[in-house]
């Protein structure tokens, strides 16, 4: 039986960054309130996640920054590092736990328990780079992800797609000299955090493993399509991917606060949908995403249950 997995804690809601940051637990009660009024969402296989093992948070980040995190968090402190990543006493917790929540859905898309699966997580990932927070995140999940894939469950190739508004610096500083991991972005440039050039295409053994579709402020769905057609379903078929894991932000949307990215609510599951026949090709169906932005909570919840709807009508048809 194929199905695809949902995962969400009500532990992510303990992240706190206050009355007035974007980044706040809004976004999920906001988005669960919907989906739990869904016809289909009791269709979902419900997963619940393990914190991450601090060996798999070692794979991308550095040991002192780590620590330096927990600290930070446990005495107390309201910022690490950057002054948008908001913390509180329980946020090292939380990370771990949004974290783990990737490692439990990999493992039930490699047992085959599941077709593919979405993680509602908080805070996102992305922006952390190895020994740095940024961008409201701090450990950088979906690298992590990628790398407990390759390691636990022996995959060789995996796809990256990134298709928050914001560029995944983190997760192409992870991998850009490592040909094993294709790296994609699609985000609003230039903006924050001001990498993600058409130019920057790795280094290395890993060059041409990174692709960037740098998109103008205003950019709506015709334009993700020809990015698509002309450069990002071209780059896959040529890496032909083992996994897929998609970053999923939901910021790039015509409603969201913190970009100018038109995209509609529907064009979500276009980009699904895309993704998901490419995992039918080379990957057997496989294919995990994680949230990371989106800031609206009028139509977060509509764009992620686009998002399931679609990756649900794979699972039925397989």
């Excluded at 997995?5 to 999920?28: A, C, I, N, Q, V």
């Amino acid at each position: 039986m194929h199905q695809t997995g949902f995962l969400f804690d009500r532990r992510y809601l303990d992240h706190d960054t206050g009355s007035r940051h974007p980044e706040s637990s809004k976004r999920l009660t906001a988005t669960m309130e919907y989906l739990e009024q869904q016809p289909w969402f009791s269709d979902l296989v419900q997963l619940q996640p393990k914190t991450v093992e601090r060996d798999w948070l070692e794979q991308v980040h550095q040991s002192a920054y780590i620590d330096r995190a927990w600290a930070e968090c446990s005495s107390g402190a309201r910022r690490l590092d950057d002054p948008d990543v908001t913390i509180c006493e329980s946020s090292f917790d939380v990370a771990a736990l949004a974290t783990g929540g990737a490692l439990t859905i990999a493992d039930s898309v490699m047992r085959g328990d599941i077709a593919n699966g979405f993680a509602l997580v908080r805070p996102p990932g992305h922006h952390a780079e190895k020994s740095h927070a940024m961008g409201f995140c701090m450990f950088n999940s979906i690298a992590i992800l990628a790398r407990y894939l390759q390691h636990q469950h022996g995959i060789e190739k995996v796809l990256i797609l990134d298709w928050d508004v914001h560029h995944g610096n983190g997760t192409q500083h992870t991998f850009e000299a490592d040909p094993s991991v294709l790296f994609v972005s699609l985000h609003q440039y230039p903006y924050y955090p001001g990498s993600g050039a058409v130019s920057e295409t790795g280094t290395g053994a890993g060059v041409n493993a990174t692709l960037n579709c740098p998109m103008s402020a205003g950019s709506s769905d015709d334009v993700y399509e020809r990015a698509f057609a002309e450069r990002i379903i071209p780059a896959v078929d040529a890496f032909q991917p083992q996994v897929i894991l998609l970053s999923a932000g939901f910021d790039a949307h015509f409603a969201d606060p913190l970009a100018q990215i038109m995209l509609s609510t529907e064009f979500y599951g276009w980009m699904t949908l895309r993704m998901l026949e490419a995992a039918d090709r080379y990957a057997d169906g496989r294919l995990i995403a994680l949230l990371e932005g989106g800031y609206s909570l009028e139509y977060l919840p509509l764009c992620v249950g686009a998002h399931l709807q679609t990756l649900m009508s794979a699972g039925t048809s397989s």
